[in-house]
């Protein structure tokens, strides 16, 4: 009867012992270029804008034509208040359909 061995259990992950301690290829040699530490560092961009790329939404207008009309995103902008975003959206009333390009408060839009 021939040796057999034990079923692999295939839930577990092989782990090897031991390293790599040799040195490393590909830019590593010391005193070329400049090292790491002493690189510029870009700052963290926690209050950029959001994508520039046009998007459809629904815009909610002034009292007099409340909407909700449809539009596009054309740029944004951060104000004091908050986001605005500048928007091109069209109101039709009895027939006649008006655009109007405006800076609209983000909370009066919604994606389309």
Same mark, same amino acid.
């Given at each position: 009867? $021939? ?21 490393? $290829?590909? *830019? ?9 530490? %002493? ?7 926690? %209050? ?16 007099? %034509?409340? *909407? =909700? ?20 959206? $069209?109101?039709? $009333? ?16 919604? =994606?389309?």
């Amino acid at each position: 009867m $021939a040796h057999r061995s034990p079923p692999m259990d295939v839930t577990r992950t092989i782990v090897r012992r031991g390293g790599h301690n040799e040195r490393l $290829a590909g *830019g590593m040699i010391p005193g070329r270029g400049v090292p790491v530490r %002493d690189r510029p560092v870009a700052p963290l961009k926690t %209050d950029a804008a959001p994508p520039t790329q046009v998007r459809h939404c629904w815009v909610t207008g002034p009292t007099e %034509d409340p *909407g =909700p009309w449809p539009g596009l995103i054309l740029k944004w902008r951060k104000s004091p208040t908050g986001w605005l975003a500048l928007v091109v959206y $069209a109101i039709t $009333a009895e027939a006649v359909t008006t655009t109007v390009q405006t800076w609209v408060p983000a909370g009066q839009l919604r =994606p389309a």
